[in-house]
């Protein structure tokens, strides 16, 4: 009932840059929190950075300084700046929504993945 669509990844050189969108569309009653993750081959996903309704954000230290998200709240959807990319950040990167999801009955929360995709970084 929720889709989330990510786009803009693709294959860059180190020290480049590179900006994520996800758009969320559907049966969506509001959005909460909003984020970015990554996994990257053999690894765990992990946090990259979350924005709230109202623009607090939170990073993970190996991003703190280089990347940015943002959101534009009237279009669902949220953005990933990426810049001075290294190969580290190498990863297929998803994006994740808090939605409250609208019904005919009542709305309900649920946590909403993206496909992911791809950013590769060359040395």
């Known amino acids: 009932q929720v889709q989330l669509v990510e786009s803009g990844g693709g294959l860059v050189q180190a020290g480049g840059s590179l900006r994520l969108s996800c758009a969320a569309s559907?049966?969506?009653?509001?959005?909460?929190?909003m984020g970015w993750y990554r996994q990257a081959p053999g690894k765990q996903r992990e946090l990259v950075a979350q924005?709230?309704?109202?623009?607090?954000?939170n990073y993970a230290d190996s991003v703190k300084g280089r990347f940015t998200i943002s959101r534009d709240n009237a279009k669902n959807t949220v953005f990933l700046q990426m810049n001075s990319l290294k190969p580290e950040d190498t990863a297929v990167y998803y994006c994740?929504?808090?939605?409250?999801?609208?019904?005919?009955?009542?709305?309900?929360?649920?946590?909403?993945w993206g496909e992911g995709t791809l950013v590769t970084v060359s040395s």
């Open positions: 924005i709230t309704t109202i623009g607090t954000t």
């Open positions: 994740n929504a808090d939605v409250l999801v609208r019904t005919k009955g009542f709305n309900y929360g649920e946590v909403c």
């Open positions: 559907g049966s969506i009653f509001s959005i909460d929190d």
